[in-house]
């Protein structure tokens, strides 16, 4: 079945700092991956997408890249802000098939950025 | 618009009343999702709609009971709770279409305590 990893946390970084969180994948079709964020209190918002192989997501300064011979898309950032700290979960979906979009979601990696 | 909206954004609840979760998109999406996160976990799926039919049961108990009156709106009504089902619970919807784009949209949740 569709599954992801993700590398455990949390993860406590300076200002400006770089930001490499880590996640593969399992998938038994098509998937598109996400990047989600998660603010304290908040829903999900959608960081940044790919949806197949070699395609580069980017957004906010943050960039993960559809690895398909390692079944990676790990997110990175040049250089974090204290407004970066957040939850972040990587996440797959089928597209199309009998899952009809569902997420996979990663366990999550809480992320401080300290001034 | 891109944007899901969920009512009430807190709730507290006795284990004997009778209450709802609503959620509402506009974006012409097909595909509703009901998940439940607990604190420091990822969301869990718990239903899937697709074109106001339900699709996807992940065996969640009768005390809860969704419903899909139009392709707009989803509600969640929910009987009978125990306090372990405390959680924050998060709507999103997504296109349903093979080969579509799969992302989601989520809501900014209801947060519910069981008392």
């Known amino acids: 079945g569709d599954s992801v990893t993700q590398m455990e946390g949390p993860v406590t970084l300076s200002e400006e700092a770089f930001l490499t969180i880590n996640c593969t994948y399992t998938?038994?079709?098509?998937?598109?991956l996400f990047w989600y964020v998660q603010y304290p209190g908040e829903g999900l918002q959608l960081l940044l997408k790919?949806?197949?192989?070699?395609d580069k997501g980017s957004n906010k300064g943050f960039e993960a890249t559809y690895r398909k011979e390692t079944t990676s898309f790990h997110l990175e950032k040049g250089s974090v802000q204290v407004s970066d700290s957040a939850v972040y979960f990587c996440a797959l979906s089928e597209r199309g098939g009998s899952t009809l979009g569902r997420l996979y979601f990663g366990r999550g990696t809480q992320l401080t950025v300290w001034p | 618009d891109t944007e899901v909206t969920q009512t009430p954004k807190h709730l507290v609840m006795g284990m004997t009343n009778k209450k709802s979760l609503k959620c509402e998109q506009h974006m012409g999406h097909r595909a509703m999702y009901w998940y439940k996160q607990k604190a420091k976990k990822p969301p869990e799926l718990m239903f899937v709609y697709s074109y106001e039919k339900l699709s996807i049961n992940e065996s969640v108990p009768s005390r809860f009971s969704p419903e899909c009156p139009n392709s707009s709106l989803l509600n969640l009504h929910l009987h009978a709770l125990q306090p372990e089902d405390s959680a924050l619970y998060l709507c999103?919807?997504?296109?349903?279409?093979?080969?579509?784009?799969?992302?989601?949209?989520f809501g900014q949740g209801t947060r519910l305590t069981v008392v």
């Open positions: 998938a038994t079709g098509y998937p598109s």
């Open positions: 790919a949806t197949k192989a070699d």
């Open positions: 999103a919807s997504s296109q349903s279409r093979w080969g579509a784009d799969t992302e989601a949209f």
